[in-house]
Structures are given as C-alpha cells and as structure tokens.
C-alpha cells in the first residue's frame, strides 16, 4: 500500500496556470531536448517546503519507440529525473540558491504503476534536507490520483 499523499491535490486548481512555466524553468534548470523532464510548477509552499509541478508525457519523447515498441512506458529512470529536476527548479528559484545543482543521489525508488504517452504526470515534492551545499526530497509521482512512482533524491551545489 503506497504512504498518504504529501499533501492533497483536491485543494489546488489543477487547471490553473503554472506559476512558473516551461520558459521560466528553462532560465533555471539547464536541462534541454530530450532531457528536460519538467514542463511547469503549479504551486508550492516555501515555509512547509512543497512543491507540485508536471511534465506532460507526449508520443513525442526519445523513449516512446524503443520503451516498449507498441506499448511505451515512461522508463523509472525518467521519473527519477523528474524528481531531480524538480528538487533542483525549487532550491534554486524559491530558496535562491546560486549555481548548478547536481544529482548526488537516490536514496530509495518505488515505482507502483505505469505512466503512458498522453498522461500528466504530477510531481509533489517536499524538500527535507536543506543544508550549506545539499538538499533532499521526497517526490511522489502521480497519475491520475493514483501514485505511480514515490523517491527520494539529493542534489548538491557544484
């Protein structure tokens, strides 16, 4: 049985525009093309330290031919990515830490269902350590209101 949800989506206007889009995450996160795996941020809390962003999963992405062919699943290691980026976007453009934010590490990965072309994939995040030089959080992924993936990532500043 997955943990409870980090906090709950039924109170936040899903459908209401991002408060930091593709754009203003690319002034951020340098990730491009193929590797850039969010596409906005919803809204986050800076005081409880939370985060909700997306990336909105097209026919269009480097895996969907060869990850399945005829039934493509958005690779583990994708959503982890996710998860970093936006542990990376949150630390650097909330908490207005300066230079390039690099994934140190996973400490743990669940993945619990699929994710498909044509689905958002919501990131909910809270930041959990948040030292000089280092940051960790707990993302859960979900789709659907169903939990597809849940991790922990760290990052550190390079």
Not at 12 to 30: S, Y
Request: positive net charge; glycine residues 8%; hydrophobic residues 45%.
């Amino acid at each position: 049985m997955p943990p409870p949800l980090l906090f709950d989506l039924s109170r936040i206007d899903l459908t209401a525009k991002p408060v930091f889009d593709k754009e203003a995450i690319c002034m951020v996160n340098p990730q491009r093309f193929e590797m850039q795996q969010l596409d906005g941020i919803i809204w986050y809390n800076k005081e409880k330290r939370l985060v909700l962003g997306y990336k909105d999963v097209t026919e269009e992405e480097f895996w969907v031919r060869g990850h399945i062919p005829e039934r493509p699943l958005m690779p583990g290691v994708i959503m982890v990515e996710a998860a970093a980026q936006v542990l990376s976007f949150f630390v650097r453009r909330v908490y207005e830490v300066t230079g390039f934010i690099g994934f140190a590490g996973i400490e743990s990965a669940k993945f619990r269902s699929l994710v498909e072309p044509g689905q958002r994939l919501y990131l909910l995040g809270q930041l959990t350590k948040f030292k000089r030089r280092k940051y960790s959080a707990v993302i859960q992924g979900v789709v659907g209101g169903t939990m597809v993936f849940e991790t922990v990532v760290s990052g550190m500043q390079v």
